[in-house]
């Protein structure tokens, strides 16, 4: 079992890597699966690809941040945070991104600001 300076310190190294990939890779604002295996390439994991699909060393798993990790870090950035908001309307709905947020983050982009009041209300 892990001590709890263990993980402060995975959740103090995983945001600096979390911040960097949704900064960079857009399509994990969207996507906690996606943001993981990204997370863990960049702390170095190998994965090996094999008709389409991935697959991992079970020794790797142990020296990477955990899913849960990051996720909670990930909803800290985007939630409490403000930044790189999802860019799916559907995954922001789905997550309850205050709409405020939403609003002022996306308000240089007309067309994905439409998008989700088209979603969540209906306005066209």
């Known amino acids: 079992m892990e001590k709890e300076g263990d993980l402060l310190q995975d959740h103090r190294d995983s945001y600096k890597d979390i911040i960097s990939i949704l900064e960079t890779i857009q399509y994990t604002r969207n996507s906690d699966k996606l943001l993981i295996i990204e ?10 690809e094999i008709e ?7 020794c790797d798993i142990f020296t990477a941040s955990s899913p849960e990790t990051i996720r909670r870090v990930r909803q ?3 939630n409490t945070e403000g930044l790189f908001l999802p860019t799916d309307v559907i ?12 609003r002022a983050y996306y308000s240089n982009n007309p067309e994905l600001l439409t998008a989700y009041n088209e979603y969540v209300y209906g306005i066209k």
């Open 39 to 48: 997370v863990w390439r960049k702390q170095g994991m190998r994965f090996k």
């Open 52 to 58: 389409n699909e991935l697959f991992f060393s079970v």
């Open 76 to 78: 800290k950035i985007q």
């Open 91 to 102: 995954v922001m709905k789905r997550r309850r991104i205050n709409e405020e947020k939403i």
